[in-house]
């Protein structure tokens, strides 16, 4: 069988795995994938993609002798700032159209934005690997689910005519919801909507919940809610539980990998997607964290094959877990996510808007800004501060500021400030949107509990 024809009855059968929900037999069983899955990703990146055939060949890593996971720190790791200081092109395979690739911009969840393109195929696979993280918190395949989270772009690429037929057909059923709209809205929706599932942004769906708590609101009764994208800390899973009288679960997840691993529902530390993506949590000097040890991430997506992701810095701090969970599952742990925290910012003028606001407004009106930081200093003060790619025009400053200045109104005074570099280690970084006047955050030592 030719490479070619190897790697595509690979792909189609972590496919077809993947819509299963299937887990891996044994640890061994999973390991000899893991070792195969990476050996053709690895020789595919050295081969095919420019960014990393130029990366290997300046740091002189030959990814022939990568022959499994623990031959892994062979290779350069790469941060987001270098995936976005190349031409978007040499970050995809050769021969990939971007035409044709399902786009996904990230939210700037840590201060840097990216692009990220996926074959249609990769885009379900790792869809349906998150239905798995689902089902293991109890959700089933007919449920009625409701998603809080940022609408997709227009013009992603993605297939949501799919979506439609078989919304149509019965076999799957979802309410979308925006999670910038007001947490009135989005109770009101889930009243109308009663959902089985509710899935959304943490902090979002903690304040739907204070929300609910506040109005006395008792009629959205979900089986299950899985938390993800931000960290969740003790206080809104308590509030979550209790105004929504139901078992809630966190899902760490990211848009370069999608599931990168979900609470155990036994446990209460996290199964890491072994299968799909590979979870390294790495002490200052890149060795291995001890379990219990933080760390910082390094991700391999092992289902990302038109633009990979090999040894790739997240940018989230994670605690170390187990090689193995007490409940007897195949997959590693890790004991808690630390650092995604996106402090909702109390204005002068009485609206409390998200962060993600000026978020998007910063990613369409300065694609020049390589990474930023958003902190209210007070009600009536915000603060930005941006790293370059290329230093801004007067007009392309103005922009900016228009923009943002607009949206925050008359109340709400602005400063923006350049700064050279952020500081790149440790937890300072994980603080992107932060509001000196309320947090969720405040008092949590930065971190989430897996455990309750
Ligand atoms: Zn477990």
């Known amino acids: 069988m030719s490479a070619d024809l190897a790697l595509a009855t690979d792909r189609l059968r972590s496919a077809a795995a993947a819509l299963a929900w299937s887990t891996p037999a044994s640890r061994d069983a999973l390991d000899r994938q893991r070792d195969d899955r990476l050996r053709r990703l690895v020789a595919h990146a050295a081969t095919r993609v420019p960014f990393y055939r130029d990366r290997y060949a300046r740091h002189g890593a030959d990814a022939s002798q990568v022959r499994g996971v623990t031959d892994l720190e062979r290779l350069p790791i790469v941060g987001k700032a270098d995936l976005q200081s190349c031409d978007e092109r040499d970050l995809l395979a050769d021969g990939a159209d971007p035409a044709r690739l399902v786009e996904r911009r990230t939210t700037g969840s840590t201060g840097q934005r990216l692009c990220i393109r996926r074959t249609w195929l990769e885009e379900r696979t790792l869809g349906a690997y998150r239905w798995r993280a689902l089902a293991s918190f109890g959700a089933r395949r007919r449920d009625r689910f409701a998603e809080v989270e940022e609408p997709l772009d227009a013009g992603s690429g993605d297939a949501t005519g799919l979506h439609a037929w078989l919304q149509r057909a019965g076999l799957y059923r979802q309410q979308r919801l925006d999670a910038l709209d007001e947490p009135e809205a989005i109770l009101a929706a889930l009243v109308a909507g009663q959902p089985d599932v509710l899935s959304g942004y943490a902090g979002v769906v903690a304040r739907v919940a204070r929300e609910a708590l506040a109005q006395g609101e008792t009629r ?233």
Not at 351 to 357: A, D, L, W
Request: hydrophobic residues 40%; negative net charge; charged residues 25%.
């Open 220 to 452: 959205v009764r979900p089986r299950l809610v899985a938390l993800h994208s931000d960290t969740l800390t003790t206080q809104m899973r308590a509030a979550v539980t209790e105004a929504f009288a139901t078992r809630v679960f966190a899902l760490y997840d990211c848009n370069e990998c999608n599931v990168v691993a979900w609470e155990c529902p036994e446990t209460g530390v996290f199964h890491t997607s072994d299968d799909t993506v590979i979870v390294e949590v790495l002490r200052p000097d890149g060795s291995a964290a001890a379990p219990g040890e933080s760390g910082e991430v390094v991700l391999t997506s092992l289902h990302s094959f038109a633009m990979p992701f090999v040894r790739y810095r997240i940018g989230d701090v994670l605690v170390q877990g187990d090689p193995h969970c007490t409940c007897g599952s195949a997959f590693a742990t890790i004991r808690a996510v630390q650092g995604r925290m996106f402090d909702y910012f109390p204005l002068a003028d009485g609206r409390t808007i998200h962060p993600y606001e000026l978020v998007n407004i910063l990613g369409e009106r300065a694609p020049w800004v390589a990474e930023y930081r958003l902190v209210q200093e007070r009600r009536d003060l915000v603060r930005l501060s941006y790293c370059a790619r290329e230093s801004p025009t007067e007009a392309q400053l103005d922009h900016l500021g228009t923009g943002l200045r607009d949206f925050l109104g008359p109340a709400v005074a602005l400063e923006v400030e350049a700064v050279d570099a952020f500081d790149s280690e440790g937890r300072a970084k994980t603080r992107v949107c932060r509001s000196r006047v309320a947090s969720d955050y405040d008092g949590t030592d930065d971190a989430s509990e897996g455990s309750r």
